[in-house]
């Protein structure tokens, strides 16, 4: 069934790993209102390793690059969400680094929550986002919440993270990730220790990106101004709320 809303208001939150995306995106449906939101995780849109191998050898397989992801069913999935479909999609189990037997169904919301570390790769998702969010943190920060991460939630090992980190995560982030931050609408530094995101001074700046859409400013902390901008790649610290905004330039490999 169709949704009876207008369009659906998609929010795409991207960064490296251990960045924060999926606590702010978290934080964001929380906000919001989590009977308005759908949260979508592009982790379960990873494409099955071979079960013939070993889990130590599915567990080495290189899950950082693009091509790692059901690029086409990510993009159909948000774009029936978009269009006010109902979907459902697999859900991926990453102690077993397969899909499971699973599913998730997920119906049309008014908001539609990315959360990715490609969620900005894809030129066709790209174009069906309304505001995307690059979340920064530092290597050494990032690297110490995946470890902490992967060890608690994914059954990993200490070693095998660290080898992992070096020989696949890291160069991935640098060769697809990072380049991606130059097209998003906001970036985020998040180098605190607590993850604590100024939702105020984030949801000011997504009001500003989007000043046409009236039913994210009602939902926001704050009413941006009539003459708004269409600002593009803002820099914001999400943790003073009194900060100014600036613009950063960067070259980007991506086109808009």
């Known amino acids: 069934m169709a949704f009876a809303r207008s369009k659906p208001f998609i929010i795409a939150v991207t960064g490296g790993s251990g960045s924060g995306k999926s606590t702010l995106a ?4 929380k906000h919001l209102g989590s ?18 191998t070993t889990l130590n050898d599915r567990a080495a397989h290189n ?13 159909q999935t948000l774009q029936s969400l978009a269009k006010g479909l109902a979907v459902t999609y697999p859900i991926y189990d990453f102690k077993t680094h397969d899909r499971s037997l699973n599913c998730k169904h997920q119906a049309p919301k008014e908001f539609i929550i990315v959360d990715g570390i490609f969620a900005l790769h894809d030129s066709r998702v790209r174009a069906l986002i309304d505001v995307s969010i690059y979340v920064d943190a530092s290597k050494d920060i990032a690297f110490i919440r995946r470890l902490l991460r992967d060890v608690s939630e994914r059954g990993r090992t200490v070693e095998s993270v660290t080898m992992q980190y070096q020989a696949t995560v890291r ?19 998040n180098n605190h220790p607590d993850f604590a995101f100024n939702l105020q001074a984030i949801m000011r700046a997504i009001s500003k ?14 009413s941006p101004a009539k003459t708004a901008p269409h600002l593009t790649n803002e820099r914001i610290n999400p943790h003073d709320a009194a900060s ?12 808009r």
């Open 26 to 29: 978290k934080l964001l449906i």
């Open 35 to 52: 009977d308005k939101c759908a949260l979508i995780l592009m982790d379960n849109f990873y494409l099955s390793a071979n079960k013939d």
């Open 63 to 75: 899950y950082d690059k693009p091509s790692a992801i059901d690029a086409d069913m990510f993009y």
């Open 171 to 189: 160069p991935g982030y640098l060769q697809y990730i990072l380049p991606t931050r130059s097209v998003a609408n906001l970036v985020i530094d």
């Open 209 to 222: 990106c989007r000043p046409t859409h009236t039913h994210l400013c009602q939902a926001s902390f704050y």
């Open 244 to 255: 100014s905004l600036s613009l950063e330039q960067m070259n980007s490999p991506y086109p």
